[in-house]
Every structure is written in C-alpha cells, then in structure tokens.
Antibody, heavy 119, light 107 residues
Framework: QVQLQESGPGLVKPSQTLSLTCTVSGGSMSSGSYYWSWVRQPAGKGLEWIGRIYTTGSTNYNPSLKNRVTMSVDTSKNQFSLRLSSVTATDTAVYYC???????????WGQGTLVTVSS | DIQMTQSPSALSASVGDRVTITCRASESISTWLAWYQQKPGKAPNLLIYNASTLQSGAPSRFSGSGSGTEFTLTITNLQPNDFATYYCQQYKSYPWTFGQGTKVEIK
C-alpha cells in the first residue's frame, strides 16, 4: 500500500520560500508510470493543482503561480519536494502531495500539511 | 486553462436518496475526468476516473457518466458516510483543474 507523508515548516514569513518534502513509502517512486504532484487548498476553499514531476525530473507547473514554483525529486530517498518562493498570505493553505496515475488522476494522497504565511 | 464548473454548489439530501452532481468543462475534455470525495480535515479520495471507471474499493453506488463538456456523478441509495464535498478534475491538458466543489449535506 503506497503512503505519502508531507513534512516541512508550518509557518513561513512573507517574502520567504516555502519548502515541503513528500516521502513515499510502500513502493518505489520509479516503479510504474506516475506523476508526483502537489495540490493545495486554502481553508474553506477548493483544490488547486500546483504542479507535477516525473521521476526523470520532467516538470509541469501551474502558470497561476508565475514562476515561483520549483519541484525536485530524489528517487534514492523516495522523496519529492516543493519550493514556492516570495510567499504571501494568499499562499496559506493545506498542502497535499499526491500520486497521479499516468493520465492525470490522483489515486494516493498524503494527509496534508497546513502552511501559514505570517510574520 | 480549462474551467470546470460544478452544480449545484451545495445540496441537501436524505439517506436513501439518489443524488446527481453535474460538472461542465469550458472546452471538450473527452473523458479525461475524475471525481473525488473529500471529508472535513481529510485528503480527497478518488472515486471515478476516465469519467466512468469506478476506482478499486469505491462503493458501487457511485457512478459517473458523460463526455466532451458535460459530466455527472450519481450516488444511488445515499448513505450516511456519503455526506461530504465532491470535486471533479480534468486532466485533458495542463494545468489540471478542479471544479469548485459540491457539498452534500443531510436534509
């Protein structure tokens, strides 16, 4: 059974960089054709896809985040990461990591981690 | 970006009811559509993919249909565990986008 777990600071100051890591267990990230993604959800609001990375390092990001996003993968540690720069209060949200099956639907999710942007 | 619009935004229903949620895409997405259920404080859970394929482990009372720009999620014989928020998501093209959600509440 694949499991994903987000980790990282729960509080980030405005203008700084949000950094999160997702650790995958129960299987190798390199097995099968999957995209590894980040999705976020502000309190009381809907879901926003942030971007995805393949194990080759190939990425696609949501243009709405205007070049502030960088994702990376470390298959030796079975982890992938998110960096979001120049954060503001509008980046406050629960951040989920997820496995998207080849095609683009998420069949496994982490439990989510709340990141608050505040001074 | 492809815009996904769900209707209604919320509905009240009783246990045993049949519930239908609609999702419309701003352009054709063929059948590249998924449905998720989300309960408060929890991650979304995949119910349906490719518009009509039931995810392994999802109850058979959930079904999906549609193609092109109009899709439906139907829950037959609504159960207490089904009161939640439901989201559609397109994966025809980047950026992948979600509908705004439909909250199913107890009448």
């Amino acid at each position: 059974q694949v499991q994903l777990q987000e980790s990282g600071p729960g509080l980030v100051k405005p203008s700084q960089t949000l950094s999160l890591t997702c650790t995958v267990s129960g299987g190798s990230m390199s097995s099968g054709s999957y995209y590894w993604s980040w999705v976020r959800q502000p309190a009381g609001k809907g879901l926003e896809w942030i971007g995805r990375i393949y194990t080759t390092g190939s990425t696609n990001y949501n243009p709405s985040l205007k070049n502030r996003v960088t994702m990376s993968v470390d298959t030796s540690k079975n982890q992938f990461s998110l960096r979001l720069s120049s954060v503001t209060a509008t980046d406050t949200a629960v951040y989920y990591c997820a496995r998207f099956a080849y095609g683009g639907y998420a069949d496994y999710w982490g439990q989510g981690t709340l990141v608050t942007v505040s001074s | 970006d492809i815009q996904m619009t769900q209707s209604p935004s919320a509905l009240s229903a009783s246990v045993g009811d049949r519930v239908t949620i609609t999702c419309r895409a701003s352009e054709s997405i063929s059948t590249w559509l998924a449905w998720y259920q989300q309960k408060p404080g929890k991650a979304p859970n995949l119910l349906i993919y490719n518009a009509s394929t039931l995810q392994s482990g999802a109850p058979s009372r959930f079904s999906g249909s549609g193609s092109g720009t109009e899709f439906t999620l139907t829950i037959t014989n609504l159960q207490p565990n089904d009161f939640a928020t439901y989201y559609c998501q397109q994966y025809k093209s980047y950026p992948w986008t979600f509908g705004q959600g439909t909250k199913v509440e107890i009448k």
